[in-house]
């Protein structure tokens, strides 16, 4: 099991970018597969982007594509989403997740998960 701290969210303009963090602690964070999610009220979560636990694989939501890229820093226990030419739709709470199966990450059900930092882009 893993502790994980997500961060980075905030209030921005269509077309603005955002960081979010997310530290891991606990067991070895480098085994970890670490994926971002996010959720509206009303709506399951739903799976943004993913990486593997060496950062040699990632996989990204079809609408997030080219606007929104996941990387690694396992030497500082660190995964960060990039989120530029963030749209209105983007709002949400987003989350990191962690598992050591890929798939469970894919399924957007990871065993472990951050808190949760707001992301509001206004028009």
């Known amino acids: 099991q893993v502790q994980l701290v997500d961060s980075g969210g905030g209030l921005v303009h269509a077309g603005d970018s955002l960081r979010l963090s997310c530290v891991c602690s606990g067991q070895t964070c480098s085994d970890y597969n670490i994926g971002w999610f996010r959720q509206v009220p009303g709506k399951d979560r739903e799976f943004v982007a993913a990486?593997?636990?060496?950062?040699?694989?990632?996989d990204h939501e079809a609408t997030v594509t080219g606007r929104f890229f996941i990387s690694r820093d396992n030497a500082e226990n660190i995964v960060f989403l990039q989120m530029n030419n963030l749209k209105p739709e983007d709002t949400a709470v987003y989350y990191c997740g962690a598992d050591l199966n890929w798939g469970w990450i894919m399924a957007a059900q990871p065993r472990d998960w951050g808190q949760g930092t707001q992301v509001s882009v206004s028009s």
């Open positions: 990486i593997d636990w060496n950062g040699h694989n990632t």
